[in-house]
T-cell receptor, first 112, second 108 residues
Framework: DAGVTQSPTHLIKTRGQQVTLRCSPKSGHDTVSWYQQALGQGPQFIFQYYEEEERQRGNFPDRFSGHQYPNYSSELNVNALLLGDSALYLC???????????FGPGTRLLVL | KNEVEQSPQNLTAQEGEFITINCSYSVGISALHWLQQHPGGGIVSLFMLSSGKKKHGRLIATINIQEKHSSLHITASHPRDSAVYICAVKTSYDKVIFGPGTSLSVIP
């Protein structure tokens, strides 16, 4: 049984570009949450998807958007990248919104 | 003031020492998680607590709901315990808030 998987593992972009990160939840899970973790800091909640809809959102600008597909996989899109968007982006899945989350290995994004 | 705080921020210990990492929070919660993050970013969930105490191997986690405080203890620490330990709370509104993490280094 595969756990949470994310792709790509690493990514380098330049300012102003757009990026799409992907997450496949653990088998049986239907809820996906995305987090941004800057170097040396704890993860910050971006948003959560359940039943293909954004259910909760943290304090992130509209440049950060997402999508959940019928197979529960999810994408995180970031437009007009800024240098400050450089971080580790973590995806976590759970069964329903109230259960224990399982984390993926993360995608490390570097914006130059 | 952060809603979830941890202490200490950094910790260096000799192999075999007993280690305690503290977490305090200021919001109503339904559960508290202790997570371990190794260099490279992968996060592993160690414990989920809503009351009392849990033990797994050399790791012990306790929570005091009234005092809004939790501790993670590592007995007989080992260099492979070196990692960042993160306390995360799930609020009564299903929002997850992470602490800043405690960076632990265990020296042989």
């Amino acid at each position: 049984d595969a756990g949470v998987t994310q792709s790509p593992t690493h990514l380098i972009k330049t300012r102003g570009q757009q990026v799409t990160l992907r997450c496949s939840p653990k088998s049986g899970h239907d809820t996906v949450s995305w987090y941004q973790q800057a170097l040396g800091q704890g993860p910050q909640f971006i948003f959560q998807y359940y039943e293909e809809e954004e259910r909760q959102r943290g304090n992130f600008p509209d440049r950060f958007s997402g999508h959940q597909y019928p197979n529960y996989s999810s994408e995180l899109n970031v437009n007009a990248l800024l240098l400050g968007d450089s971080a580790l982006y973590l995806c976590a899945s759970s069964f329903c919104t109230q259960e224990t989350q399982y984390f993926g290995p993360g995608t490390r994004l570097l914006v130059l | 003031k952060n809603e979830v705080e941890q202490s200490p921020q950094n910790l260096t210990a000799q192999e075999g020492e007993f280690i305690t990492i503290n977490c305090s929070y200021s919001v109503g919660i339904s559960a508290l998680h202790w997570l371990q993050q190794h260099p490279g970013g992968g996060i592993v969930s160690l414990f989920m607590l809503s009351s009392g105490k849990k033990k797994h191997g050399r790791l012990i986690a306790t929570i005091n709901i009234q005092e809004k405080h939790s501790s993670l203890h590592i007995t007989a620490s080992h260099p492979r315990d070196s990692a960042v330990y993160i306390c995360a709370v799930k609020t009564s509104y299903d929002k997850v808030i992470f602490g800043p993490g405690t960076s632990l280094s265990v020296i042989p």
